[in-house]
């Protein structure tokens, strides 16, 4: 069964910096697309960041320069630190995990953390 329980969440003043966590259990975050989705009130889910089984990274244009997202093999666990951060950062911040395995595709996503950053 795969699990993904993300953590680091908080209330953060503009300017401000969080590190979110994401442990995965039952499936390895160095071999699947991992990525860190959010979720403003009244507005879709969007892409924030990800990084691929082989290290590539990519960002949403909004956070780039000052999120990073980074994974620890050993720990099974990824992060995104979120520094200069803005009020419209606001929301709730999910974990993804894409897996592939020939034709066949999967989408496995945390219970999410709330962050809010005050102006």
């Known amino acids: 069964q795969v699990q993904l329980v993300e953590s680091g969440g908080g209330l953060v003043q503009t300017g401000g910096s969080l590190r979110l966590s994401c442990a995965a259990s039952?499936?390895?975050?160095?071999?699947?697309?991992m990525g860190w989705y959010r979720q403003a009130p009244g507005k879709q889910r969007e892409l924030v960041a990800t990084?691929?089984?082989?290290?590539?990274?990519n960002y949403a244009d909004s956070v780039k320069g000052r999120f990073t997202i980074s994974r620890d093999n050993a720990k099974n666990t990824v992060y995104l630190q979120m520094n200069s951060l803005k009020p419209e950062d606001t929301g709730v911040y999910y974990c993804?995990?894409?897996?592939?395995?020939?034709?066949?595709?999967?989408?496995?996503w945390g219970q999410g953390t709330q962050v809010t950053v005050s102006s």
């Open positions: 990084i691929s089984r082989g290290g590539s990274t």
């Open positions: 039952g499936i390895a975050v160095s071999t699947n697309t």
């Open positions: 993804n995990c894409y897996s592939k395995f020939g034709v066949d595709s999967w989408n496995y």
